[in-house]
């Protein structure tokens, strides 16, 4: 008798306590993760805002659980016989996300001089809008700015 209600006691107490190892399906989603397409971006410098012209171009954001990726070119144009140089930017490299404060660390860039960075953001994603803000600042290249970038998820 005393053994069923120690067994007893314990199940209480047991299913009260949270589980040691929590299963992928009950972990926090990350909604940054996926593929986005830039489609707003607007730059502080000091007392100057620029709202960047991303016709011209486009650019995408990849997500995944580790490491984040942006890439951009120019869009094709038709009829452009120029065949002026293409513009191409990549960069990527890790990042943590604890809430809503995104952190870049800056691996690979074609801009060499922003390697090796870390960049601290606000990120909100809210439906198929993901808004990034924050701080970019590389001394060697003469950037102290701030950003907001809006970008769309790309549907598979």
């Known amino acids: 008798m005393k053994i069923n209600i120690l067994a ?16 992928e399906s009950q972990a926090p989603k990350n909604n940054a993760m996926g593929t986005w397409q830039l489609v707003a971006k607007t730059t502080y410098i000091g007392d100057t805002v620029k709202h960047d012209k991303i016709e011209g171009t486009r650019t995408i954001k990849i997500i995944n659980d580790t490491h984040f990726a942006f890439l951009t070119h120019e869009a094709p144009i038709p009829g452009d016989t120029a065949k002026t140089a293409p513009v191409f930017v990549a960069g990527g490299g890790s990042y943590t996300l604890r ?25 909100k994603v809210k439906g198929d809008s993901l808004i990034q803000s924050g701080e970019e600042k590389v001394e060697a290249a003469n950037i102290n700015q701030t950003i907001v970038e809006k970008y769309l998820r790309v549907k598979p």
């Open 8 to 23: 007893g006691a314990l199940a209480l107490a047991c299913a009260g306590c949270p589980p040691a190892h929590q299963p």
């Open 99 to 123: 809430d809503s404060i995104y952190t870049e660390v800056l691996e690979y860039c074609n801009f060499r001089e922003w390697e090796n960075h870390e960049f601290t953001f606000t990120l």
